[in-house]
């Protein structure tokens, strides 16, 4: 029984007694008056001493914080915490601590074994002369002339004791946990307006944020929210009542009734026996768990299980983190607002109860049923979901916020999913992306087997897969969380890159989404892109984005090493291609590769750009494949760079481009259209690219005759009449490789998407295993704009 526990029994017992001043029982280090701390009075925090108030009701000093650690605050006998100190940064005391200690310089501070005193409190006027526990709960600093500097009431953290009042624009804020009394995701403010709201933290103060308000606004600056003695919660308007919040008629003799904005958002009323130290609940804002809004992340829904609110992802999401509530979800698979364009990409709607959610719809629409709702939203490239309540459909673009599940509404949602995977409500999506990865792996090592001919190239073939399957292994064996992390990307701090870089001193490349320069981490060399600043969007989007990025590998594609998120700085570190690009080779006419090599770029870049097309979970479209962002490294092996970029600087989640985001002379007519923008727009692309290859020149070049200026129709001419053989200049090639190549080249350039092959066609017709029907003529888009 600890020395306080002691000391409230003896007042409570005996009444009369309790009001006498304790002044012969001696508690803390400094033997001092108990309500008056005076300079050079310490506690430590492994001894169990306490600045105790007078009554013996609440103590100042350490109490538990975590595992294994201490923080500094105002406490109730049986421990429970009602102020903290740093509770906004961090209260963790350090472990050097040896004690608190109101310091001869004035200052109330910890001192640690080695290193600086840390303020506890730090009023902003003057040097603290003494210090007092008040009977009510309040810790009080004052200066030399004994007057108030610093008070605890004045600083609320998530607790409200009766006689503190809250004035406009205080805030309550709930803690991280039952054991963490830093500060959690919750607040309640007493505003300005008069009215006293509850919003998640880092939200603005407007209503759709809001889940719990006293409804008293325009009332002015002058209201106080305030509790009594009896666990009644008031407003005042001035002196005068204005609204009664709780009831009261708690009993006050023998119990300390205060009120908590508790760990999960709602506000309650406790009373603390002093007798036998239990503790009761009365009065509480809502007994739904699931009201809190941004109890749960985004994408995600609360839904009350065993008792105790839990948050699920939406269907067909997985969460950024499993087992963090306020993690945000994202999709396991991408789906596109339009169904029509890419078979992969595919989308349903899935009919769902949940019922309830922010109201951030872009359009609403008088609908006859919900069928009508649903295939409203389908039809709706930028509709991710849509809500029918009376009649009315409200389409949504994602992410949804504070969505909770509601039985008793008649609210129905629907939910964009992939036609891929269309799982069960709630059901493990996580297990389903690893399951989908199998497959994919699967399907590389039979590839892999199919492709490889001779022994050699067989051994090297099972390393590869053994390899591979050991990296499913160890993915598969972690938990979902981690899976979706995906292979670790390092991630850098801005200091740590301007070093690796020297500053940003050698610029290695530049373009529209950014600068490439040159570094050194960890002794090997390195391209740090800069993104620039207007393209990069919010936190969140980013970090999804880079995950997915993270786990495409190939061998063709520049790997993605880490990144860097500050702020506005936004970098992305990748592997350091030593001899340079594609460009620099095809266009030089002193480096000029052969047919055979050539050829072999343009397969190693088909492969790459099918592997983001197809082969794994996340589509990405590159958006800009040109000869500059191919890469050669050490063993002129072609890597394309730039990857995902695209996908990192998009403004929404639908087709819908605010700009034209490839290069003049490579990109798809369907850019200047203003159409859907699928896979084929890198068909085109690459088709250019490919055309470039065979001739080794600029697509659009007005340095020689005006007939072979546009690359793609001089080629078709040369096809056309025969004359392929000029293609190629002195090179001797076969021309019926040539010819292949050229009708490739032709398909790829097509004017409209659906006449274009896939990648995974291009791939086979450049490894000559199918045939190559005659191409049209490409329309010049050139000439059609
Ligand atoms: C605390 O004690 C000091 C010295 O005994 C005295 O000067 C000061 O007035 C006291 N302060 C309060 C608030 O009682
Ligand atoms: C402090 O109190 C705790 C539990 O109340 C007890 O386990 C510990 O031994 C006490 N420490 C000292 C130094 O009295
Ligand atoms: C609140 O008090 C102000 C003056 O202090 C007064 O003008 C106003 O009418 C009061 N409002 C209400 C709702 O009582
Ligand atoms: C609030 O409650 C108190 C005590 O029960 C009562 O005296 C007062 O009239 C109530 N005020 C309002 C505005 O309801
Ligand atoms: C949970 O996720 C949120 C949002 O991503 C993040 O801020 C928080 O640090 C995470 N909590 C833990 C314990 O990782």
């Keep these: 029984m600890s020395i306080l526990t002691i000391l409230f029994l003896l007042l409570t017992t005996t009444e009369a007694k309790s009001l006498r001043r ?64 740093n509770s906004d940064t961090n209260p963790t005391v350090p472990d050097d601590v040896v004690s608190l200690l109101l310091s001869r310089e004035g200052r109330l501070v910890l001192r640690r074994r080695k290193g600086q005193d840390v303020d506890v409190i730090s009023p902003s006027i003057t040097t603290i002369a003494s210090a007092s526990m008040l009977d009510n709960g309040n810790f009080v600093l004052y200066d030399s002339g004994s007057r108030v500097i610093w008070q605890s ?61 006293t409804g008293t606004y325009e ?20 002196s005068l009542p204005l609204q009664n919040i709780s009831r009261g008629g708690l009993p006050t ?13 709602i506000l309650r009323i406790y009373s603390l026996s002093l007798g036998d130290l239990t503790m009761t609940r009365s009065w509480f804002s809502t007994d739904d768990e ?66 309830e959610w922010d109201e951030t719809w872009y359009e609403k629409l008088s609908v006859s049923g919900e069928e009508e709702c649903r295939k409203a939203c389908l039809d709706d490239c930028n509709c991710e979901a849509a809500m029918y309540v009376d009649s009315e459909c409200r389409k949504q673009r994602f992410p949804i916020r504070y969505g909770r599940l509601s039985s008793t509404d008649s609210n129905v949602a629907f939910i964009r ?156 570190v990748f592997e350091y291609m030593s001899n340079g690009s594609l460009a620099d080779i095809l266009f030089n006419q002193e480096k000029r590769l052969s047919w055979e090599e050539r050829i072999e770029i343009a397969r190693d870049i088909s492969r790459g750009i099918l592997y983001l097309h197809q082969e794994c979970e996340t589509q990405i479209i590159h958006c800009d494949i040109k000869p500059q962002n191919i890469l050669m490294d050490n063993n002129w092996r072609a890597k394309i760079s730039d990857f995902g970029v695209a996908k990192l600087l998009k403004q929404d989640q639908t087709n819908t481009y605010t700009g034209i985001r490839g290069t003049k002379g490579y990109v798809a007519p369907e850019w200047y ?39 793609e129709e001089w080629i078709y001419d040369c096809y056309a009449t025969g004359k392929i053989g000029s293609l190629v200049g002195d090179e001797m090639v076969e021309e019926r490789k040539v010819e292949r190549m050229v009708k490739i080249g032709i398909w790829c350039v097509q004017y409209d998407p659906s006449l274009r092959p896939t990648m995974k066609k291009v791939l086979l017709m450049l490894e000559g295993t199918v045939e190559i029907p005659i191409p049209p003529r490409p329309t010049s ?3 059609s704009i």
């Design 673 to 711: 259209k203003k159409q859907a923008i699928t896979v084929k727009a890198d068909v085109y692309s690459f088709g250019v690219m490919l055309l470039e290859i065979i001739c080794c020149r600029k697509c659009v070049d007005w340095g020689g005759s005006e007939d072979e200026a546009i690359l």
């Design 417 to 572: 999913v992939s036609t891929a995977t269309v799982p069960d409500l709630g059901s493990d999506s996580d297990r389903k992306i690893i399951n989908k990865k199998k497959r994919c792996v699967d399907t590389l090592i039979i590839g892999i087997v199919l492709m490889s001919i001779g022994v050699l190239a067989l051994s090297i073939s099972v390393i590869f897969v053994h390899q591979k399957r050991k990296d499913y292994m160890k993915i598969s064996n972690e938990d979902g969380a981690n899976f979706v992390e995906g292979i670790s990307l390092q991630e850098f701090t801005f200091e740590h890159l301007s070093e690796a870089t020297n500053g940003f001193k050698e610029e290695v490349g530049r373009g529209a989404s950014g600068t490439v320069f040159k570094g050194v981490l960890q002794q090997k060399l390195v391209a740090v892109k800069r993104l620039e600043k207007e393209f990069a969007h919010g936190e969140i989007e980013f970090q999804t984005e880079l995950k997915t990025i993270g786990k495409m590998y190939h061998r063709n594609l520049v790997r993605l090493l880490g990144y860097c998120f500050d702020g506005d700085n936004k970098l992305l």
């Design 153 to 213: 009431f004045d600083h609320p953290t998530n607790t409200l004791l009766p006689g503190q009042r809250i004035r406009p624009v205080k805030e309550i804020f709930s803690s991280i946990s039952e054991t963490d009394y830093g500060r959690g995701i919750f607040r309640l403010k007493m505003q300005e307006d008069g009215n006293l709201v509850q919003y998640p933290i880092n939200t603005v103060d407007v209503e759709a944020n809001a889940y719990y308000a």
């Design 290 to 355: 699931c009201v809190p809004k941004g109890f749960c992340g985004v994408n995600a829904y609360c839904t009350i299980m065993g008792g105790a609110p839990a948050c699920q992802c939406l269907p067909g999401f997985v969460s950024a983190q499993s087992g963090n509530n306020t993690a945000p979800c994202y999709r396991a698979l991408s789906v596109k607002g339009c169904p029509e364009i890419d078979e992969r990409l595919k989308s349903e709607m899935l009919r769902v109860d949940i019922t």
């Design 22 to 85: 304790p002044s012969k029982i001696t508690i803390g280090s400094s033997l001092t008056p108990s309500s008056n701390i005076t300079i050079g009075s310490s506690l430590t925090p492994s001894s169990n001493t306490t600045w105790p108030s007078r009554s013996g009701q609440y103590a100042f000093g350490f109490f538990p914080q975590r595992v294994n650690s201490y923080a500094v605050g105002i406490f109730l006998p049986d421990k429970t915490v009602v102020w903290t100190a």
């Design 219 to 238: 009332v002015g600056s002058s209201v106080s929210f305030n509790l009594d003695s009896d666990g009644r919660l008031y407003l005042l308007n001035g």
């Design 253 to 265: 003799q023998g119990y300390i009734n205060f009120m908590r904005l508790d760990v999960g958002g």
């Design 781 to 783: 888009f050139l000439s």
